[in-house]
Nanobody
Framework: VQLQASGGGLVLTGGSLRLSCAASGRTFSNYALGWFRQTPGKERDIVGFINRSGVTEYTDSVKGRFTISRDNAKNTVYLQMNSLKPDDTAVYHC????????????????WGQGTLVTVSS
């Protein structure tokens, strides 16, 4: 499956952004989709994931602020980010895997290119 992330940009603290990740090539509904983020010199960290069933899980730092959703008809997964903070500044990546979602990037064989989110204070 091929993934294409978009929607990044510059936003002020407290603002919102919605990232999209469009998939092609395989049956989208068969995959769990994860969002990860990475800053220079650091490892790629989980933001959250959504299972095939629509059940979501999030890392603690984004709970209550970020929401992952999917539209299987459009082969797209979304990351709605609200109440953004400077610490949320990162390159955001989407990823796909068969089976249940995972918190670990090495479990995902399919990755899109990243999209940069910059939160300015």
């Amino acid at each position: 499956v091929q993934l294409q992330a978009s929607g990044g940009g510059l936003v002020l603290t407290g603002g919102s952004l919605r990232l999209s990740c469009a998939a092609s090539g395989r049956t989208f509904s068969n995959y769990a989709l994860g969002w990860f983020r990475q800053t220079p010199g650091k490892e790629r960290d989980i933001v959250g994931f959504i299972n095939r069933s629509g059940v979501t899980e999030y890392t603690d730092s984004v709970k209550g602020r970020f929401t992952i959703s999917r539209d299987n008809a459009k082969n797209t997964v979304y990351l709605q980010m609200n109440s953004l903070k400077p610490d949320d500044t990162a390159v955001y990546h989407c990823a796909a895997k068969t089976g249940p979602g995972s918190y670990y990037p090495y479990d995902y064989p399919y990755w899109g290119q990243g999209t940069l989110v910059t939160v300015s204070s």
